[in-house]
């Protein structure tokens, strides 16, 4: 993954400061099933966002989300059990939030940030 793709990811989700997102919370010791390495493709529905862009996430046993690639951007959210998530990804000032679910080795969810918004997807890679 590059640097550019990680600066139009997170300009595809926004094009200007979206606030923090609220998470549902899972309790320390509850595992939710869905750790691991996922693999996420964004995809701009609306506004002058670049197209699609697919990074890296990993998924701990608690449901915390942080970034799985090399490239330098910030990724925070939640995992709940039941499978519903919320995510907030920011890059060089400008962030974008997300919401959706999984359900065993897949997910799919809506995102938005400034102008722009689209759907995700999500697909367990270990």
């Not at 997102?21 to 099933?33: C, E, F, H, K, S």
């Not at 962030?95 to 959706?100: E, I, L, R, Y």
């Amino acid at each position: 993954m590059t640097t550019a793709f990680v600066r139009c990811a997170v300009a595809a989700l926004a094009a200007g400061s979206i606030g923090a997102v609220l998470a549902t919370p899972v309790p320390a010791d509850a595992r939710t099933g869905f750790d691991g390495v996922w693999s996420v493709v964004v995809v701009t529905e609306q506004g002058d966002c670049d197209r699609a862009y697919r990074y890296p996430i990993r998924i701990n046993d608690d449901g915390s989300l942080i970034n799985a690639g090399s490239t330098s951007f910030d990724i925070s959210g939640k995992v709940a059990r039941d499978g519903k998530l919320v995510v907030r990804l920011s890059y060089a000032g400008k962030s974008a939030t997300g919401q959706g679910r999984l359900s065993g080795e897949a997910g799919t969810g809506k995102w938005s940030g400034g102008a722009c918004a689209g759907t995700w997807t999500a697909e367990r890679r270990g």
